[in-house]
């Protein structure tokens, strides 16, 4: 079992930035690729980001890409997304997820561990 808490979530202008953080505990961490999701009221939970073991390989999801920065300190078995240049559309519930899970997967159903979320509002 792993267990996953995020933090660092909150209310920030457009353009501004926030930096979350996902804490495992449990099995060995670094095994484990990590994802980020997010769920915005009325719509179905999108991949963000995604960041293999070691982290060696990321990927994002388009809307994304040049803004977001997701990274990985397994020594302290803490994952990051660096989140930079808010839009108003980025607000959500951001989930961190993590399992033995196919490189570069959207699908949430592969991810077997997740944390209870953390809410970014982005204000226009």
């Known amino acids: 079992q792993v267990q996953l808490v995020e933090s660092g979530g909150g209310l920030v202008q457009a353009g501004g930035s926030l930096r979350l953080s996902c804490t495992a505990s449990?099995?060995?961490?670094?095994?484990?690729?990590m994802g980020w999701f997010r769920q915005a009221p009325g719509k179905e939970r999108e991949f963000v980001a995604q960041?293999?073991?070691?982290?060696?390989?990321?990927y994002y999801t388009d809307s994304v890409k040049g803004r977001f920065t997701i990274s990985r300190d397994d020594a302290k078995n803490t994952g990051f997304l660096q989140m930079n240049s808010l839009k108003p559309e980025d607000t959500a519930v951001y989930y961190c997820a993590s399992g033995l899970v196919p490189a570069g997967s959207h699908d949430p159903n592969d991810y077997t561990y997740w944390g209870q979320g953390t809410q970014v509002t982005v204000s226009s």
């Open positions: 449990g099995r060995t961490f670094s095994w484990y690729v």
């Open positions: 960041i293999f073991r070691g982290g060696s390989m990321t």
